[in-house]
């Protein structure tokens, strides 16, 4: 069976959980071949070989971590060309979306991102995404060249497979044309101790009603276990930084639960979080959109609602 | 310092956006309009040029209405614009837009930038920029908040999602801006009276040299099979807080086991 490469998102050696799920997709495809670029591969092997990779392609090269994308699709193209997969899988973010753009040319192969459920049929590579802010879903597929497809978070449920996880060190030798575009300052951002808003099961989204006071929000989010988003109104306003946006310009969020006070649901925002399983809103105009997509709602005010909520979610647990 | 902004027509976000029956986007049903997140570019473009010297020239590719988004961007403070149209391209994917894009960016004379928004509002794969710049073998600094050029250095700073990076690249090169990095300007009286008499060129695929064989539906590199609208929410409870909504929240959230 021919292989498919899935390229590792970790940090550090910390594999995420998107990646275990990339290697399920990759699996129903032909045999897994992770891609890790970095250093410190012992620390993933154990987990890259729990969810089925053959082998483990390992480019520890800091020319491709201390620059923009090029150099990473450099390095995609060199393995890609060695192994001659039936498919590329990459996570979805704006970093690898942008390396399989480079690498789509490349490779004269066609590239789809975002996509929410890949199906195997006969050989053929079948991708569901969504399109315009969610009220569509189409099924494609790559016709020339070798499919390369960024695949969401939370698209499939991982499942273990025990493969062997040989490494297969890579020698790349980065061209100078790809070390364009340097990155000379990196300031890590503070950790908020909350589940990341893309991989969360359960998110609680503030807007412009909060009026610049996240507390209510943060509380019922940290009682439930949630990571908190915010709407564009609430960002632009300096409330909350815009990595917690969801939206069209922010994250797309699809968690088991979406929870959104003092948010109006204008349509950029519902393209971030209509896929959502259950939504709640809590508003205090009863005309807001937003209450079309809710399967539970409360019109009010969520200075007195949430902090209620979040009290009695509480007393329960300790109850 | 010449700039060359990508800009896109597209269905307005506000209407009823679809599918044609070929499977691409429908653009003869909705309102079209210069891609909001475009504006960003624009603006960008002409602080840059305002506060030194040079032209900028706006770009799109699209059918004949796709000229009011080079319009727009005139009537904003552009110098020149350049629609790519021909009946063969309807259908194009990334691949052959970036293709398109890179090949009248050289048609225009090799710029010291190249601006373009974070992605589309149509498509969304936030990828074309960084596919021109590949195909131009030119460094591209993407989704930065901000941006500054001082002599032949472009810097930008990026805000991700575990850090803040700050990312550097010598001219020429291709930047793309976020929705953050500016307030993009309302075109002024004066702004639309002067865009009547800028010069705007229409090349077609032969002006560019491009095979026919290389773009459109039927060439793509990606092909949609179909397409199914997202079936309507059931419409849920909605109740109205009378001193005990938040208890009936907590209920609903532990009866659908999320507590
Ligand atoms: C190109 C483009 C991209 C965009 N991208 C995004 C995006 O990614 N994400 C995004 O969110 N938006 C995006 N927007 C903006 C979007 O159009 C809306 O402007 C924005 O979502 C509004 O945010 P909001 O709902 O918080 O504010 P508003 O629309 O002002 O709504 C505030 C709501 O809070 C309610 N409220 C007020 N006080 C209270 C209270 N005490 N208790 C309960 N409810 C209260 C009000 O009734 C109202 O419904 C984009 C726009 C454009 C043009």
Same mark, same amino acid.
């Given at each position: 069976m021919a292989e498919v490469l899935v390229l590792v998102d970790h940090t550090d050696g910390q594999v995420k959980k998107t990646t275990a799920e990339l290697l399920t997709i990759a699996r129903e495809i032909g045999t897994p071949s992770a891609v890790f670029v970095g250093s410190n591969v012992d620390a993933a092997r154990p987990r890259l070989a729990q969810f089925g990779a053959e082998k483990v392609y390992v480019v520890d090269n800091p020319d491709v971590t201390g620059y923009l994308v090029a150099p990473l699709a450099e390095a995609l193209a060199t393995i890609a060309e060695q192994a001659q997969p039936a498919a590329i899988l990459l996570p979805t973010t704006a970093h690898y979306k942008e390396a399989a753009g480079r690498l789509a040319i490349k490779l004269n192969s066609g590239v789809?991102?975002?996509?929410?459920?890949? *199906?195997?049929?006969?050989?053929?590579?079948?991708?569901?995404?969504?399109?315009?802010?969610?009220?569509?879903?189409?099924?494609?597929?790559?016709?020339?060249?070798?499919?390369?497809?960024?695949v969401k978070p939370n698209v499939t449920a991982p499942t273990a497979a025990q493969a062997s996880a040989t490494p297969v060190p890579v020698e790349v030798t980065v061209s100078d044309a790809?070390?364009?575009?340097?990155?000379?300052?990196?300031?890590?951002?503070?950790?908020?101790?909350?589940?990341?808003?893309? *991989?969360?099961?359960?998110?609680?989204?503030?807007?412009?009603?909060?009026?610049?006071?996240?507390?209510?929000? *943060? &509380?019922?989010?940290?009682?439930?276990?949630?990571?908190?988003?915010?709407?564009? &109104?609430?960002?632009?306003?300096?409330?909350?930084?815009?990595?917690?946006?969801?939206?069209?310009?922010?994250?797309?969020?699809?968690?088991?639960?979406?929870?959104?006070?003092?948010?109006?649901?204008?349509?950029?925002?519902? &393209?971030?979080?209509?896929?959502?399983?259950?939504?709640? &809103?809590?508003?205090?105009?009863? *005309?807001?959109?937003?209450?079309?997509?809710?399967?539970?709602?409360?019109?009010?005010?969520?200075?007195?609602?949430?902090?209620?909520?979040?009290?009695?979610?509480?007393?329960?647990?300790?109850? | 310092m010449n700039i060359v902004v990508c800009v896109k027509y597209v269905p307005d976000a506000q209407s009823d956006r679809t599918f044609s029956d070929d499977k691409t986007t429908d653009r003869a049903g909705v309102d079209g309009l210069l891609s909001e997140l475009d504006e960003y570019a624009v603006e960008e473009a002409l602080k840059l040029v305002e506060a030194g010297e040079g032209e900028v020239t706006v770009v799109t590719i699209g059918p004949d209405e796709a000229a009011e988004a080079v319009k727009k961007a005139l009537q904003m403070g552009a110098d020149k614009g350049v629609h790519i149209s021909d009946d063969a391209i309807h259908g194009s994917d990334a691949v052959a837009t970036s293709l398109l894009l890179a090949e009248a960016i050289k048609k225009i004379g090799?710029?010291?930038?190249?601006?373009?928004?974070?992605?589309?509002?149509?498509?969304?794969? %936030?990828?074309?920029?960084?596919?021109? @710049?590949? #195909?131009?073998?030119?460094?591209?600094?993407?989704?930065?908040?901000?941006?500054?050029?001082?002599?032949?250095?472009?810097?930008?700073? #990026?805000?991700?999602?575990? @850090?803040?990076?700050?990312?550097?690249?010598?001219?020429?090169?291709?930047?793309?801006?976020?929705?953050? +990095?500016?307030?993009? #300007?309302?075109?002024?009286?004066?702004?639309?009276?002067?865009?009547?008499?800028?010069?705007?060129? +229409?090349?077609?695929?032969?002006?560019?040299?491009?095979? @026919?064989?290389?773009?459109?539906? %039927?060439?793509?590199?990606?092909?949609?099979?179909?397409?199914?609208? #997202?079936?309507?929410?059931?419409?849920?409870?909605?109740?109205?807080?009378?001193?005990?909504?938040?208890?009936?929240? @907590?209920?609903f959230l532990s009866t659908h086991k999320f507590v």
């Open positions: 789809i991102t975002d996509a929410t459920g890949v *199906e195997v049929a006969d050989g053929a590579v079948n991708v569901l995404k969504q399109a315009f802010a969610a009220s569509y879903t189409t099924r494609s597929k790559v016709t020339q060249g070798t499919p390369i497809i960024t790809a070390k364009g575009a340097k990155i000379t300052e990196t300031k890590p951002k503070e950790k908020s101790g909350r589940p990341e808003l893309t *991989e969360a099961a359960i998110v609680v989204s503030g807007g412009r009603g909060t009026s610049g006071d996240f507390s209510p929000v *943060e &509380a019922l989010a940290d009682t439930l276990g949630a990571a908190v988003g915010a709407s564009r &109104a609430a960002v632009d306003a300096g409330w909350y930084p815009h990595s917690n946006q969801v939206g069209q310009t922010g994250k797309q969020v699809s968690p088991q639960l979406y929870v959104a006070a003092g948010i109006s649901g204008a349509i950029q925002h519902r &393209a971030g979080m209509q896929t959502s399983k259950t939504i709640v &809103a809590i508003n205090k105009d009863e *005309e807001a959109p937003i209450f079309e997509l809710v399967d539970f709602g409360v019109v009010g005010d969520l200075f007195q609602v949430l902090p209620q909520a979040t009290e009695a979610i509480k007393s329960a647990k300790n109850g | 090799q710029p010291d930038l190249i601006l373009t928004g974070m992605g589309s509002t149509d498509g969304l794969m %936030n990828i074309v920029p960084t596919m021109v @710049a590949e #195909r131009l073998g030119l460094p591209a600094v993407t989704l930065v908040s901000s941006l500054e050029v001082n002599g032949s250095t472009v810097t930008g700073r #990026r805000d991700g999602d575990t @850090a803040s990076e700050t990312i550097e690249a010598s001219l020429p090169a291709l930047v793309s801006v976020t929705d953050q +990095t500016n307030e993009p #300007r309302y075109p002024s009286f004066k702004g639309i009276m002067a865009a009547k008499k800028k010069p705007v060129e +229409t090349w077609s695929l032969g002006d560019l040299g491009v095979d @026919a064989g290389q773009v459109g539906l %039927n060439n793509a590199w990606v092909q949609v099979e179909s397409f199914e609208a #997202r079936p309507p929410r059931e419409q849920g409870q909605v109740v109205t807080d009378e001193g005990d909504g938040g208890t009936k929240l @907590a209920e």
